[in-house]
Structures are given as C-alpha cells and as structure tokens.
C-alpha cells in the first residue's frame, strides 16, 4: 500500500520541540515496518505565518514571501528527517520525481513545499496522484471538513463523508467567506477530484489517529470517496489487531 500523509505545520510543530515530531515520525516508521510506502509532506504553520508577516512589512513581495514559507516548511520537514532516523531520506524532496524515487527506494519520502502560490494541501494530492497512492490522509488541526470555520461557528456542520465533487464545492464556499478556514485548500480539492484519490481530513494532533485511519480504516473525519469507489475502504484495512 501507497500512502501519502500532509500533515500541518501547526499540527507537527505547534511550537518548537521534539515530542510531537517523534510521535510521527514513530508512526511513519512503524507503517513502512508494516510494508506500507509513505510519503510525508509537511506544511509551515505558524512559524511561516511569522516569518511571513515579517518579510510583508519589510516589503518582500509575493513571490518571495511564498517563497520564504517553503523554506519553512522545508526545515520542518527537516526536523521529522532528524525523528526518522539515518536509514531514511536525509533531506526533503524539491519535486515529485525525487520522492517518488526515494518511495520506491526506501519505502518512505518527505517533502515541503515545492513552488511558489502551491501549498503543502496542494502539493500533498499532486504527490499522491503522481504516485498513484491507494490513499491521502490530510493531519490537520481541525476534525474533518466542515460546511464552516468550527472556530468562528457553533453551527458549522460535520461531513463524515463527501464525494470529490462536493468536497470541491464545499472548499470553494469556504475560501470566499472572508476569514473561514478550510482544513484543504481549493487546488488540493480539485486535484482530489481529478485524480479520484480517496482522501481522509482528520484531527492529525494525536498521530496515533493516523496510524488507525491508514491500518483500519477508523477514525472520525471525513471520507472524500471516489466517484465509483465502494463506501467501505476495505482495500486497506486489516482485521485490528
């Protein structure tokens, strides 16, 4: 099985420390010792949001401001590089070739961003189709996808399940609401919806969640299914054990 995890910067390194990227870096190494090839892309959070918000005022334009959050999201891929250990990758991917080499050559690839106006959601699915994942797990700080920002709305609703299509429509509602916060983005949602890649969104800050979403199929966020794909991801999950 082909995985492809993005995990969020703000959920891998919601400050600077070593706790929470070990617990994903053990969960990593603990599904490629199940057989499984995992894909790491790892986002900047709010240390790119800083450094961002600092170059802004000094005048950095667009371009280099975007480019400025890859190079965060660079040394956060770095730091879980570090928590793997030396039988891994020992420096990010810069482009899908290069990880979908280390994937077939190690078993595990790690990637940050990868150009400027493309986020790590974005990157996450391009790497996932272009390996021809069996699935795309979204850690994100939030439980799933929801009709609005949860943090704003007491109201917004819970999609357990969503086709690819409406994952697409739900996003693009969310982006044009000045201020909500969608746990992916549009380009990520539409190259979902391309590839039909079975996506899961879920609450990543306890990675142990992960581990049971990729082994069992369990978890409480959404399912983005297929168009034609089986309500029950039965391709990959196992008999717990």
């Known amino acids: 099985m082909k995985v492809v995890v993005s995990i969020g910067g703000s ?18 190494e603990d599904l ?39 190079d965060v999201t ?6 879980l590089i570090a928590a793997l250990g030396g039988d891994s990758v020992t420096a990010p991917a810069k482009d899908y070739e290069e990880a979908g080499e280390a994937l077939q050559r190690g078993g595990i690839s790690v990637m940050g961003g990868v150009a ?12 996932a189709e272009y390996v021809d994942a069996d699935l795309l797990v979204y850690a994100t700080s939030v439980p799933g996808v929801y009709s609005d920002d949860p943090n704003e709305n007491a109201e917004a609703t819970k ?20 201020g909500a916060s969608a746990p992916v983005d549009l380009l990520a949602a539409k190259i979902i919806e391309r590839s039909g890649m079975r996506t899961i969104v879920l609450d990543g800050t306890d990675p142990d969640r992960i581990s049971r979403a990729v082994r069992y ?3 409480d966020g959404t399912d983005v299914i297929p168009e034609g794909a089986g309500e029950e991801p039965t391709y990959w999950a196992q008999d717990e054990r």
């Not at 891998?12 to 990593?28: F, I, M, N, S, Y």
């Not at 400027?116 to 790497?127: C, E, F, H, I, N």
């Not at 357990?160 to 609401?177: F, K, P, Q, Y």
Request: with cysteine; charged share 20%.
């Open 116 to 127: 400027p106006a493309q986020t790590t959601d974005a990157v996450g699915a391009a790497l």
């Open 11 to 28: 959920v891998l390194v919601p400050e600077l420390g070593t706790d929470r990227v070990a617990e994903h870096a053990a969960v990593v």
């Open 159 to 178: 999609y357990d399940r969503l086709s690819a299509a409406d994952l697409v429509d739900v996003i693009a509602g969310l982006e044009m609401n000045a």
């Open 217 to 219: 199929g369990e978890h």
């Open 32 to 70: 490629v010792a199940d057989g499984c090839r995992v894909g790491a892309v790892v986002g900047g959070g709010g240390v790119a949001r800083e450094y961002i918000s600092a170059a802004r005022d000094l005048g950095a334009n667009e371009i280099e401001l975007d480019q400025l959050g890859i």
């Open 74 to 79: 660079r040394l956060n891929a770095r730091l």
